[in-house]
């Protein structure tokens, strides 16, 4: 399965980069998930719930970061497992700064397999596509609050 898109975020790369890197940040922005945690300099491990029908329930979930050059552009390697199937495979995305805004491009590939792996491919990208684009307006949301609220004073 292959997936990519974009989204225009409302804020600079800058503001950005930091959010993808903090376990918190990331947690609020995946759907569904209960539990994140940096168990490396660069790796995550996490639980997330899926509620959606036949795709529905709990995966465990496992981020590396393979590759990055701040704050233009970064590659991960991560895999999900659940009851319902499996899915390995890596994402990257590349920041384009528009002004006080940033263009958000992204792509993955992953590999199927379990029960999921039956599903029509297209129904699975839909669903896939969906959980992106709901992840990418909560990080939009964080990214607005984060550049409206004032630095802190030392």
Known sequence: ???????ILDGTRECLWPLIYDPTALANVIPGCEHL???????????VHIRLPAVGGTYT?????????????????GEVNGAAGSVSG????????MEARTLLEYEG?????????????RFVEGVAQTLIKQGLS?????VQLKQATPPAIP
């Open 1 to 7: 399965m292959k997936v990519a898109g974009s989204y």
């Open 37 to 47: 945690e940096q168990i490396g300099l660069d790796e995550y491990r996490g639980q």
């Open 61 to 77: 979930t496992y981020v590396k970061l393979i590759e990055r050059d701040e704050p233009n552009y970064c590659c991960f390697a």
């Open 90 to 97: 890596t994402a990257s995305f590349r920041l384009k700064a």
């Open 109 to 121: 590939q992953a590999l199927i397999s379990g029960p999921l792996a039956r599903l029509d491919s």
């Open 138 to 142: 909560k990080l939009n949301q964080q």
